[in-house]
């Protein structure tokens, strides 16, 4: 009979690993090892592991968080430095394709870190149960991962290794931190244009005031073309409006918040259409007739939009000097008289975070005239046309 000189789990004299611990009877001397004595150990039948406890818990502290995987070998099997290595491999996964996630946040990269994640967790699993197997018949461990000897190395060996994968962890934080904020920029059209200039010239009649404490993105333009910018604090834009018949302002605050957003219009110094809001991630939109032609008689017809977008969302539809705000959940077809407007143009935000596909479309004489979608979170879609 072998008493493990580390435990005191009696073992068969044959046996060169303890079938509790794991630990090697190699080269230790036999009076070491208790051979042929007597000697008991209290409770021994309590010795034997249940195959199922360090599965069960590896499967549970996976699902919480890769970085848990190993938390059977530690805390039931008592292979602390085996249950480190795998919880330390579960960290580094987590760290690598968080990362990632942060630059390129597509299908691909959640699906291949799911696939590792969970292979890590499968394979946790089974290796608990082995070596609960290979201890409770006093059987030398299985390699972790058919190569490492976990019970052999030495401290400073899964120091290193646990080491290397705080820094990664370290690595991730520090992405998240210096990541840039997501883009919830409104774009009118897919067009640019370099005629719609920033600053205060004198030379320019019409200018778009924007008044508002925190982040803001804009888009500038017409049907036809549009300029983004970007910026924090107040900002008059100058517009040239030889080169225009209607110009349209699709603003958004870009930082969550109650602070408020106030837009005008400015032409020959007056204020012709201004809009404000206080909502989180607030949307304005605001537009006007610069040229100062006569439209023709429009039709009697009703302009629709309709608004495909299987979530919550809001609207400002309207133009020239009135708009008009809408919300709801779903699928709707909002009619408008076009009698009361030369230009009119919509902003239509979700309101709920999530990839779900928004939707619009202007509808004149039976006809799509524009139409934009969008999937980013909170996402903004801004339509316009000319009556």
């Known amino acids: 009979m072998r008493i493990c000189p580390e435990c005191g789990t009696e073992n068969s004299d044959n046996s060169k690993f303890c079938r509790n611990c794991g630990s090697s009877f190699e080269n230790l001397a036999t009076d070491d090892l208790g051979v042929g004595q007597n000697k008991r150990n209290v409770g021994n039948a309590s010795n034997q592991k249940n195959k199922w406890i360090a599965l069960i818990l590896n499967f549970i502290g996976g699902m919480i968080a890769y970085c848990f995987s190993g938390i059977g070998h530690i805390l039931y099997l008592r292979l602390y430095k085996r249950g480190l290595i795998l919880c330390a491999i579960g960290l580094l996964i987590t760290a690598i394709f968080g990362i990632i996630a942060i630059f390129n946040d597509s299908f691909t990269v959640t699906l291949l870190s799911l696939i590792f994640g969970f292979g890590l967790i499968i394979y946790s699993m089974y290796d608990a149960y082995k070596c609960t197997d290979a201890i409770n018949e006093g059987k030398q461990l299985p390699l972790l991962f058919n190569a490492i000897d976990s019970e052999s190395m030495s401290k400073s060996k899964v120091i290193a290794v646990i080491l290397i994968c705080v820094v990664a962890l370290f690595a991730l934080v520090g992405a998240i931190i210096l990541s840039p904020e997501p883009d919830y920029s409104p774009q009118l059209t897919n067009g640019l244009s370099g005629d719609i200039i920033g600053g205060d010239v004198e030379d320019y009649d019409v200018q778009i005031k924007i008044i508002c404490p925190v982040e803001w993105s804009a888009s500038i333009g017409d049907e036809n073309t ?97 708009n008009t705000h809408y919300e709801g959940t779903g699928n709707k077809i909002i009619e408008v008289d076009p009698k009361n407007y030369k230009v009119i143009a919509a902003a239509v935000q979700k309101t709920k975070s999530g990839s779900d596909n928004l939707k619009v479309e202007i509808i004149k004489d039976g006809k799509v005239v524009d139409t934009e979608s969008t999937s980013k979170d909170y996402g903004v879609v801004t339509v316009s046309t000319t009556i």
């Not at 900002?235 to 106030?262: F, H, M, P």
């Open 226 to 322: 549009s300029t983004h910018y970007e910026g924090t604090g107040n900002r008059t834009i100058n517009i040239d409006s030889d080169d225009y018949e209607v110009i349209a302002a699709a603003v958004q605050k870009t930082k969550s918040g109650s602070d408020n957003l106030k837009v005008q219009i400015i032409k020959d110094g007056k204020v012709v259409d201004t809009e404000s809001t206080t909502k989180d991630y607030g949307v304005v939109t605001v537009s006007a007739t610069l040229d100062g032609k006569t439209f023709a008689n429009p039709s009697s017809d009703k302009i629709q939009f309709k608004i495909t977008c299987p979530v919550e969302w809001s609207a400002s539809i309207g133009g020239d000097d009135t």
